[in-house]
């Protein structure tokens, strides 16, 4: 009988922090920064530039425009030069600029620039890019500078891609323990997957 | 294998070391590599081409000449995994495990990387302009007539350009050998049937009685001949089909079969022509000549030749009788006899007997482009090079597909008389046993680098033409491709015909737009039907069946009385054909020497399979080390004791035993070929793979056997875990 009542009184309390807990409001997804080392890179390419605000001279490109993987693949990948030049043969006020001068040194000699990693994890993780973006950017109509910035920083402020957050287990784990609608339009809330082998396959 | 000294303690104090190493260097050292890895960049790329996710092309699989066609997963510009290709009527997008370990031939280490001339004991890198030039100025400065070019199976477009390689010489020696082949049934086939390798239609058949033709495991066409065997097993009619392997030695497919015979080696003409007497007794119309000569086979005389019991003769006979259409299969076990070719023969008279030809045994389709249609090889093809060898007739040997010098029994000498050729060529992925004796030696692609086009013997349906086509960029810039090769050599001799093109993907894919129309591609301009083409892997011809001919007689067999006794040499020796290992080819392969044998389960090294009774006589148990001695060598492998062989036999696998080639395959077990005797199969001048005789003792050592099954074998320990019911409690054996 005492069994039974201690049970009761464990499931009682279950329940009502289980209630508690989806009565929480919306958490803010952004965490503090946490500097990763300087990348030096073939050549610098200026984020501000492309993604930064018009007022601060910058063109407001979409993320996507360039790193067009991120919402169906895994990883967000780095454009073909292919697309640099796409749209660099008609900018003819930069053409000669030194760091235009050597993306075309690259397309002329058909080779790929060789970007390095600047966001890299052990191979035993898997992030996946594609359900993040799907996630954030399509379900939740969050803006995408916002959605990729959770882990990537202020890049429209960024010359060179810089890492700007630990990238640690318990990082990614603060995040998925907090709330959020689960689309746009919705007051369910949900969070992300705590589960060993989501990322760890 | 493990030694006795390195017992299970001492192996887990290792493991609990190494696992302990590798926590410690995993803290605080993970694999992060921001700012030096380089991510995934392209110039320019294809819209389906997503980092991170697969994109498959297919092409053709190299690893045996069977030409599957398989599909490979590219990711990131790199081959990962590779599939049978859906549209592929030999393989209906299946696989088998030798085609899967296909990827570790592109990635292997050991592939040698750029061209090597000899000098003194070292092979010195040279360019490819360098390499070929100095084949031109050899092959200048000789008569033509001592220019050989010794080769695997060859077909397609490589096949026509070597012959106009070799035109262009002058010279019409080109030697195609295969170590392990059915070229004695080949022989047969076409005295019997017509043709060298008809359409054996298993899915068509009630009953199928092989004759140690492994057709599930290393036998033709594997993957082809397992899907039929499936509908042949579980067909639309219903009836379940009825399997009889006879053969000495179980393989594979024996170890599948409804009933199992273990016949006296060499006696598998005598029964077959025991069941055609047993079949003229119960009725069956048999032509009066056929039923003379084969009057003299009663079931007792058969049985007691054969060592197959008179009931089971009566039963089987009794079976093919009643169910027809049957398919009688003769595979390496009945061929490999000096005898071999009256054991094939009699096989298919008892298939014309049967009346399967023509129902079970149908005719191929000939090729429109009968100068691309695969030469296959033998075994006497190298016997004759090496005799010209010998008498210094060879003055440049090119060696391509092949390793002789590996799979020649020591009898031969080839290595003695390869020594006698002044310049000796050898086109290689690994420094092999024959590529370590050459005076240049030329590194070739992989087969997911390469551009060919294949024509497999064993075609399952129709004409067809299969293309491989390179899955990903070459890994090391210095290897070239067959093609590419023999079109720079060309070029030197015929430049007017191909100076024009570039490389040999030119040379391809003009010859093969320029006769889109016989190709199957009338209807299609010539890039549609090129890009069609390798998106499937391979297209469809026109081609003409052929006509089954020959005639039904029984004239010119004769089968020999059983071997008597011989008392040095008192065991037969069957050197296996594994699935994985076939004739050593792919041995640096670590996934096949990994892959259990199917029956045995031993990895990574050879063994000598016994019956239990021979086991018993010899003092023998498992692990023992013995020494199997011929008369012309031997060999010390682990000794494995199985009750499927015959008592009066053992067994050793070929494949093993390299002292060269790479660090998967060198060292790891002994070389069967080398002890095999130099007999002869009669009529066709083929090396009698089973007609050596040994002797075995033991050695002194003995180690525990590495392999997966349990110590117990298949006994499970008592344990019952899967019912084994004898085989007399089967519902089939009422048959069979």
């Not at chain 2, 799979?407 to 992925?429: I, R, W």
């Not at chain 2, 002890?675 to 050695?699: N, Y």
Request: a neutral charge; one cysteine or more.
């Amino acid at each position: 009988m005492n069994y039974f009542l201690r049970l009761s009184v464990l499931l009682v309390g279950l329940v009502v922090s289980a209630g508690s807990y989806a009565a929480n409001t919306v958490q803010p997804l952004t965490t503090a920064d946490d500097l990763g080392p300087k990348v030096e890179q073939p050549f610098e390419f200026p984020h501000n530039r492309h993604a930064g605000n018009a007022d601060k001279g910058g063109m407001e490109i979409n993320c996507m425009y360039c790193h067009t993987y991120a919402r169906r693949s895994m990883v967000a990948g780095i454009p073909p030069v292919q697309k640099c030049i796409g749209c660099h043969q008609s900018i003819e006020s930069v053409r000669e600029t030194p760091r235009i001068k050597k993306l075309f040194e690259y397309w002329e000699a058909k080779k790929a620039i060789p970007w390095k990693k600047v966001h890299d994890l052990p191979e035993f993780v898997r992030f996946n890019h594609e359900r993040h973006i799907q996630r954030f950017v399509f379900a939740q109509n969050k803006p995408v500078q916002e959605a990729c910035g959770y882990c990537h920083g202020d890049v429209k402020t960024m010359t060179v891609a810089r890492r700007q957050k630990p990238l640690s287990m318990g990082w990614c784990v603060s995040c998925h323990q907090k709330d959020h609608p689960v689309d746009a339009t919705s007051t369910k809330t949900t969070h992300g997957p705590n589960d060993c082998w989501q990322c760890h396959k | 294998m493990i030694e006795n000294s390195f017992n299970r303690r001492n192996f887990l104090k290792v493991l609990g070391w190494g696992g302990a190493t590798a926590a410690l260097s995993g803290c605080g050292n993970t694999s992060v590599e921001d700012g030096k890895e380089f991510v995934t960049s392209y110039v320019e790329t294809a819209d389906y081409i997503i980092p991170s996710i697969g994109t498959y092309f297919n092409s053709t699989c190299a690893q045996c000449d069977a030409g599957c066609g398989i599909m490979g997963r590219v990711r990131e510009g790199r081959v990962l995994k590779l599939e049978g290709n859906p549209k592929a009527s030999i393989n209906n997008g299946k696989m088998c495990g030798l085609g899967q370990a296909g990827v570790q031939a592109h990635y292997n280490p050991d592939r040698i990387r750029e061209p090597l001339l000899r000098n003194g004991d070292r092979g010195e890198a040279i360019t490819w302009e360098k390499a070929l030039g100095l084949i031109n100025e050899k092959v200048g400065g000789v008569n033509a007539e001592n220019i050989a070019f010794l080769t695997g199976v060859v077909s397609g477009h490589d096949k026509a350009l070597l012959k106009n390689y070799l035109d262009a010489l002058g010279s019409g020696h080109h030697y195609v050998y295969e170590a392990v082949a059915p070229s004695v049934i080949r022989a047969a086939n076409k005295k019997a049937y017509g043709v060298e390798m008809p359409r054996l239609r298993l899915d068509k058949a009630k009953v199928i009685v092989s004759f140690g033709a492994d057709f599930l495991g290393a036998w033709v066409s594997p993957v082809h001949f397992s899907q039929q065997y499936a509908r042949f097993r579980k067909p639309d009619s219903g009836e379940r089909g009825v399997l009889v392997q006879v053969e000495s030695k179980m393989t594979l497919t024996g170890a599948n079969a409804d009933r199992w015979l273990a016949i006296r080696p060499g006696t598998e003409g005598i029964l077959a022509l025991g069941l055609i007497n047993a079949l003229a007794a119960a009725g069956l119309s048999v032509p009066g000549d056929v039923a003379a000569a084969v009057g003299g086979y009663t079931s007792e005389r058969v049985s007691k030749d054969t060592g197959v019991s008179a009931e089971h003769i009566g039963k089987l006979a009794a079976l093919l009788k009643e169910r027809s259409p049957s398919l009688i299969i003769a595979g390496s076990a009945a061929e490999g006899y000096a005898h071999g070719s009256q054991n094939a023969a009699a096989i298919a008279l008892l298939n014309q007997i049967l009346g399967n030809v023509g129902q079970t045994v149908e005719a191929p389709s000939s090729t429109p482009f009968p100068q691309m249609a695969p030469t296959t090889g033998n075994r006497l093809a190298l016997q004759s090079l090496n005799d010209n060898m010998a008498q210094d007739k060879v003055k440049v040997l090119f060696s391509y597909g092949t390793n002789p010098v590996f799979t020649a029994p020591a009898t031969m000498k080839l290595k003695e008389n390869l020594k006698k050729v002044p310049f000796k060529v050898v086109f290689a992925h690994y420094m092999d046993e024959t590529a370590v004796e050459a005076d240049l030696v030329l590194p070739l692609n992989s087969a997911m680098e390469d551009w060919a086009t294949v024509i497999p013997e064993y075609v399952a349906e129709g004409a067809q033409l299969n293309i491989r086509q390179p899955l990903m960029e070459k890994l090391y810039p210095g290897t070239l491709g067959l093609g590419d090769i023999l079109l720079g050599l060309l070029k030197y001799r015929r430049p007017d015909e191909y100076n024009g093109f570039e490389d040999f993907y030119s040379y391809l894919r003009n010859a093969m737009v320029t006769n889109k129309d016989a190709l199957g591609g009338a209807s299609k301009d010539g890039d549609t039907f090129w890009e069609a083409a390798l998106s499937h892997g391979g297209v469809k011809m026109v081609g003409e069946p052929v006509n089954l001919s020959g005639n039904v007689s029984a004239t010119t067999l004769v089968v020999p009385a059983p071997f008597v006794e011989d008392a040095t040499y008192p065991l037969h020796l069957i050197p296996a054909v594994s699935a994985s290992m076939r004739d050593g080819r792919n041995a640096n392969e670590p996934w096949l020497q990994e892959s259990p044998d199917p029956l045995t389960t031993i990895v990574w090294d050879s063994w000598v399979e016994m019956h239990p009774k021979t086991a018993a006589k010899l003092g023998i148990v498992e692990g023992d080390i013995v020494e199997v001695a011929s008369k012309s060598g031997a060999m010390k492998a682990q000794a494995y004791v199985f009750t499927g062989i015959h008592p009066d036999v053992i067994s050793v696998p070929l494949g093993y035993g390299h002292d060269a080639m790479g660090r998967y395959a060198k060292g790891v077990g002994a070389n069967a070929f080398k002890i095999l005797d130099p007999v002869f199969d009669k009529e066709t001048g083929e090396l009698a793979m089973h007609e050596t005789r040994v002797k075995v003792t033991k050695a002194g050592k003995r180690v525990i056997i590495v392999k997966d099954e349990g110590p117990a074998g298949g006994n499970q320990m008592g344990r019952k875990i899967a019912v084994r019911l004898t085989s007399n409690k089967v519902n089939l054996s009422e048959e069979v």
